[in-house]
């Protein structure tokens, strides 16, 4: 689901929360070594998020959250903050080009450049999380 989180509103908050859970906790971001990417730059998107980003003219960048179940990608176009919330089970990762990682939802994406060790640590952990908490399949029981 792609959301206006620029205001502090309830009900977006608990769509989020019901969604992907609740922020960790300071200790676990502790231990997991932060929970949030570097600045990703955009390469291209669906549809719907680039209808918006188009409206201004900035450079189009993201970032990542992880949170228990999910990950919340957030983005800024004119002074409004979207974040594309997306629950692990509905979540696809693609590694296309040497540079360059898909991340899709459904019928939304967003391909983000992937240019230093930093952000390929990043998705490494992303990797893992959801793997963590994919439900086991035939090869597993």
Known sequence: ML??????????KEKIEASVGKPFS???RWLM????????????????????LILDNNR???NIELRPN?????????????ALIIPYY???LYKGK?????????????????????????????KAEKAKKQA???EDL
């Open 98 to 126: 040497a540079e360059e990682y898909s991340i899709y939802k459904d019928q939304q994406f967003v391909k983000v450049l992937v240019n230093t060790k930093d952000i390929q640590k990043f998705f490494s952990k992303l």
């Open 33 to 52: 070594n932060g929970v949030g990417s570097p600045k990703l730059f955009i390469s291209s998107t669906s549809t719907d998020i680039h209808n918006l």
């Open 26 to 28: 300071l200790n676990d």
């Open 3 to 12: 959301l206006n989180v620029s205001y502090n509103e309830s009900e977006v």
């Open 136 to 138: 086991p399949g035939i």
């Open 60 to 62: 189009n960048t993201c």
């Open 90 to 92: 509905k979540l696809n």
């Open 70 to 82: 999910g990950i919340i990608l957030r983005f800024r176009s004119l002074l409004e903050t979207y």
